[in-house]
């Protein structure tokens, strides 16, 4: 099963994503890597490098951010560890990381479910 | 300049970074969310305390791994982007012992290239930039004038400072204080403020 990794400014919130989507998708590997070492707001390398490996798998790793700092860091993060089965998701947090852990449970693949949170991207939440 | 030079330099800036710490917080607080100051300082002191060890290192390799140091342990948009800077910086001076105020500039702009990717930044957004960028045209211009490097410098200091003053006239469109939108205008950028005190403390060493 692909990985999933919720990089957040936020303890609280990296792990309150992190258990909503574990509702749905019960075994797939979800990690939190939000907040400082402290606890205090801010995104961490060394936390974000850390939760990536504890979800790798040769399936890979779709990484999931929120804003500012999580976006960057992650990069570095990713460029660093220089392997193309980890992969930077471009969308809504909390929506892309519930499609993607359920995805990831129904054992697509890291390309289908980075295909699926294009769409995530896209999707309105009101009628257009 | 070799590695010594440039190791009183990193350590004159992470000191004048932790003396401003209080003052760029405050001016986080009015647009941000109130962490450069603590930010910087805390990434600065990291890279204080570990240049004993990097006393070794060629100047490439030392401004890599001021640049790692920062994008480990500060924690806000500031890490990677600084942390980019010095990086790219020192890709600049691969392979050197010795550079010079030309190495200077080519490390300059590398930095810059550097934060603009990353940050998918360009002038004028109220960021960081906006003190980057008129320095290193103003310090090129003064070279091409026949300059000496302390002369340029100092010229670079003065656009630095001119560009922080200029973000106070712009609302932000990158990073958190763009949630502001036009309410941001009338405050200086934080990160436009610790370049202007980086480019500060490099012309306040080599003066000596």
């Known amino acids: 099963m692909v990985g999933i990794v919720i ?5 609280k919130l990296a792990e309150g994503v992190k ?10 590997p979800i990690a939190a890597a939000g907040g400082m ?38 990069e570095m993060v990713i ?26 449970e129904m054992g697509m693949s890291l390309e289908d479910i980075l295909i699926d949170l294009e769409q995530v991207r896209n999707e309105r939440k009101l009628d257009y | 300049m070799n590695t010594e030079g440039l190791i009183s330099i990193i350590k004159n800036i992470a000191e004048k970074i932790d003396m401003e710490k209080d003052f760029l917080g405050e001016l986080d607080s009015f647009i941000g969310d109130g962490d450069h100051g603590i930010n910087m300082a805390r990434g600065f002191n990291e890279v204080k305390k570990k240049l004993p060890e990097f006393s070794s290192l060629e100047p490439a390799e030392l401004l890599k791994s001021v ?5 480990a342990t500060v924690g806000g948009a500031s890490g990677p982007l600084y942390g980019t800077a010095f990086m790219k910086a020192g890709a600049a001076l691969k392979g050197k012992e010795n550079f010079d105020i030309n190495d200077f500039v080519s490390a300059l702009e590398l930095a810059i290239e550097g934060v603009m ?67 941001s205008i009338g405050y200086q950028d934080p990160g436009a403020t610790s370049y202007k005190m ?8 080599l003066k000596q």
């Open chain 1, 79 to 104: 460029e660093e560890k220089n392997n193309p089965k980890i992969k930077l998701a471009d969308c809504p947090l909390a929506e892309g990381t519930m499609a993607a852990a359920m995805d990831s």
């Open chain 2, 117 to 183: 990717k990353r940050g998918r930044s360009t002038q004028g957004e109220k960021t960081m930039l906006d003190s980057m960028i008129p320095s290193l045209t103003a310090l090129k211009t003064s070279l091409a004038n026949g300059d000496d490097s302390i002369t340029a410098l100092r010229e670079a200091v003065a656009a630095a400072e001119d560009g922080v003053y200029y973000t106070k006239t712009i609302a932000a469109t990158k990073g958190r204080a763009s949630y502001l939108g036009v309410r």
């Open chain 1, 37 to 74: 070492p402290d606890g205090s707001y801010g995104t961490n390398f060394g936390i974000i490098s850390d939760a990536i490996d504890s979800v790798s798998s040769e399936d890979g790793v779709i990484v999931l951010v929120d804003m500012g700092s999580a976006i960057m860091t992650t």
């Open chain 2, 67 to 71: 640049g790692m140091t920062l994008v």
């Open chain 1, 7 to 11: 990089v957040s400014h936020s303890f």
């Open chain 1, 19 to 28: 258990d909503f989507a574990g509702v749905m998708a019960k075994s797939c």
């Open chain 2, 198 to 205: 980086i480019i500060e403390s490099v012309y306040e060493t």
